[in-house]
């Protein structure tokens, strides 16, 4: 079990940027892919990225393809997403996440608390 604790949330404006991070308890955190999903209100929670545990696989959804970007420096068991040209519809509760390389919620067993980010118009 990995215990994850996201920070980097917050209010901004249409077309700026955010880097949220993820901070890894397990110091085998490097054996884990690690995913990023969001929730909004009334809606799923949903795949947002995910990085393999070697860094070699990357997967975005394809709303946020080309605006975000995931990284993970393992040697500081730390895992960002960089969000830029940020679209009101981005408005939700980010969770990173560790587990299996995949895109949904089942392929992840630990999560984070979660990070409000708010994107004004």
């Known amino acids: 079990q990995v215990q994850l604790v996201e920070s980097g949330g917050g209010l901004v404006q249409a077309g700026g940027s955010l880097r949220l991070s993820c901070a890894a308890s397990a110091h085998t955190f490097s054996n884990y892919a690690i995913g990023w999903f969001r929730q909004a209100p009334g809606k799923e929670r949903e795949f947002v990225a995910a990085r393999s545990w070697s860094g070699v696989r990357t997967s975005y959804a394809d709303s946020v393809k080309g605006r975000f970007t995931i990284a993970r420096d393992n040697a500081k068991s730390t895992v960002y997403l960089q969000m830029n040209s940020l679209k009101p519809e981005d408005t939700a509760v980010y969770y990173c996440?560790?587990?299996?390389?995949?895109?949904?919620?089942?392929?992840?067993?630990?999560w984070g608390q979660g990070t409000q980010v708010t994107v004004s118009s």
């Open positions: 996440a560790a587990g299996v390389y995949g895109t949904a919620v089942s392929d992840f067993g630990s």
